[in-house]
C-alpha cells in the first residue's frame, strides 16, 4: 500500500497521506461489504470475469514508464513484469472492469499461457504422431505401457 499512496502523493503533491490510507481502507470496507451482501442475496454468478488486476504503472521501473513506447495495459509488458516471481513482488494494482478490455486482456493472457508449451518435448512432431496412435493410448491409459520402440528416450527424438 505504501507505493500507491507514495504514487498517489507523486500525481497531487497536496494529498494526505493520513487521509488518503483511510479513504482507502474505507473504499476496500465498502467493495468488501458490498460483495458479501450481494454474495449473500443473489447466491454466486457464473460467467465471464467481471474485472481483472494488472500492475499498475507505479510498478514499473521510471526508465520503462518514461520511455515514449511504454504501455503497461500491453499484455507482454505486464507478463515481463508479472513473470520473474509470478505477481508476489507486485504491491500496487489497478482494476480493469470495462468488459471489452477484460476480454482482450484475458484472451492475450491465455495465448501467452498455453503458447508457453510450444516446443517442448511433447509438443514435437515424433511426440504427437506417437501419441495420436490408439494402440499407444490405450497402453499410457490402462498402465502397461514400458520403454518399448514406441516410446523411445526423450533425448534420442523428442525434437526431430
Given amino acids: 500500500m505504501d507505493d500507491c499512496v507514495q504514487q498517489a502523493i507523486r500525481d497531487n503533491p497536496d494529498t494526505d497521506a493520513k487521509k488518503y490510507i483511510k479513504q482507502l481502507k474505507h473504499i476496500e470496507n ?15 454468478r457464473e460467467g465471464a470475469l467481471s474485472y481483472i488486476l494488472i500492475p499498475s504503472p507505479s510498478e514499473y521501473p521510471d526508465e520503462q514508464r518514461n520511455d515514449l513506447n511504454f504501455n503497461y495495459r500491453d499484455i507482454h509488458t505486464m507478463w515481463q513484469r508479472i513473470e520473474p516471481k509470478n505477481g508476489k513482488d507486485t504491491h500496487c494494482w489497478e482494476i480493469v472492469d470495462q468488459q471489452h478490455e477484460v476480454e482482450h486482456l484475458s484472451l ?22 506417437q501419441l495420436m496412435d490408439p494402440n499407444a493410448q490405450k497402453a499410457i491409459l490402462d498402465g502397461s505401457q514400458t520403454n518399448s520402440d514406441i516410446f523411445p528416450s526423450i533425448t534420442d527424438q523428442a525434437y526431430q
Avoid at 35 to 43: I, Y
Avoid at 108 to 129: C, G, R, V, Y
Fill in 30 to 44: 465498502q467493495r468488501r461489504n458490498s460483495s458479501h451482501v450481494d454474495r449473500t442475496l443473489n447466491g454466486t
Fill in 108 to 129: 492475450e493472457a491465455m495465448k501467452l499461457h498455453f503458447s508457453q508449451s510450444n516446443n517442448t518435448p511433447l509438443t514435437s512432431d515424433f511426440w504427437i504422431k
